[in-house]
């Protein structure tokens, strides 16, 4: 089955993400940046609220461990846009190209359910092309948990095979694959565009 529709991920394929962007602004000495971006305010920590926990919750439970450093763990929920600095070149150029051509766009993101509304409503423009988003911090399912592919193929009304499937995480294409999702591993806009062309969605 050929694909007609296609599934982005959001952060890192549509939009880039660096927490560092946020706090390289907020601490002079770049040392103790460092060690509060590997140490403290880690991306293993950040995923809890990908994975649905609130803000409010996990952090006063760093700030708790980290006493020193709970002022700055307070701007990671309210400014949280400002670590999303802008999209990944020539993406948002293959967004509406695919929309002018008529396929239908859905994204399965790994995101919080709290940060997500201010940085979509932020990013109407793109957005508003999508038919569809499942949000992983909305579902308390992701990636590349199966349940969350299945969830998402229901409510888009897709068959697997009907859905072109676009994420940097090779686990993620690896589960998306393993359900029959015709899936691409992203690097950069200049690779995605031939691999969305050869399977007929662009020309």
């Given at each position: 089955?050929?694909?007609?529709?296609?599934?982005?991920?959001?952060?890192?394929?549509?939009?880039?993400w660096n927490p560092r962007v946020l706090y390289?602004?907020?601490?002079?000495?770049?040392?103790?940046?460092?060690?509060?971006?590997?140490?403290?305010?880690?991306?293993?920590?950040?995923?809890?609220?990908?994975?649905?926990?609130?803000?409010?919750?996990?952090?006063?439970?760093?700030?708790?461990?980290?006493?020193?450093?709970?002022?700055?763990?307070?701007?990671?929920?309210?400014?949280?846009?400002?670590?999303?600095?802008?999209?990944?070149?020539?993406?948002?150029?293959?967004?509406?190209?695919?929309?002018?051509?008529?396929?239908?766009?859905?994204?399965?993101?790994?995101?919080?359910?709290?940060?997500?509304?201010?940085?979509?409503?932020?990013?109407?423009?793109?957005?508003?092309?999508?038919r569809d988003i499942v949000v992983s911090g909305?579902?308390?399912?992701?990636?590349?948990?199966?349940?969350?592919?299945?969830?998402?193929?229901?409510?888009?009304?897709?068959?697997?095979?009907?859905?072109?499937?676009?994420?940097?995480?090779?686990?993620?294409?690896?589960?998306?694959?393993?359900?029959?999702?015709?899936?691409?591993?992203?690097?950069?806009?200049?690779?995605?565009?031939?691999?969305?062309?050869?399977?007929?969605?662009?020309?």
């Open positions: 089955m050929k694909p007609t529709s296609v599934i982005f991920d959001v952060g890192h394929v549509l939009y880039d390289e602004r907020l601490f002079d000495d770049e040392r103790a940046l460092d060690v509060f971006l590997n140490e403290v305010a880690t991306r293993e920590w950040h995923f809890q609220h990908d994975a649905g926990r609130p803000f409010a919750e996990t952090s006063a439970e760093l700030g708790a461990r980290f006493p020193d450093h709970a002022a700055m763990i307070a701007h990671w929920g309210p400014r949280f846009g400002e670590q999303i600095p802008g999209p990944i070149p020539g993406m948002i150029a293959i967004v509406e190209e695919l929309d002018a051509a008529g396929v239908p766009l859905f994204a399965i993101t790994n995101f919080s359910h709290e940060f997500f509304p201010p940085f979509r409503a932020r990013e109407a423009a793109v957005f508003d092309r999508f909305e579902e308390r399912l992701v990636k590349p948990d199966a349940a969350i592919y299945r969830l998402a193929l229901d409510r888009f009304g897709l068959a697997a095979g009907e859905s072109f499937f676009i994420d940097d995480n090779a686990a993620n294409v690896a589960g998306a694959r393993a359900l029959g999702i015709h899936a691409h591993l992203f690097t950069d806009a200049a690779t995605l565009r031939p691999a969305l062309v050869a399977a007929g969605l662009l020309r």
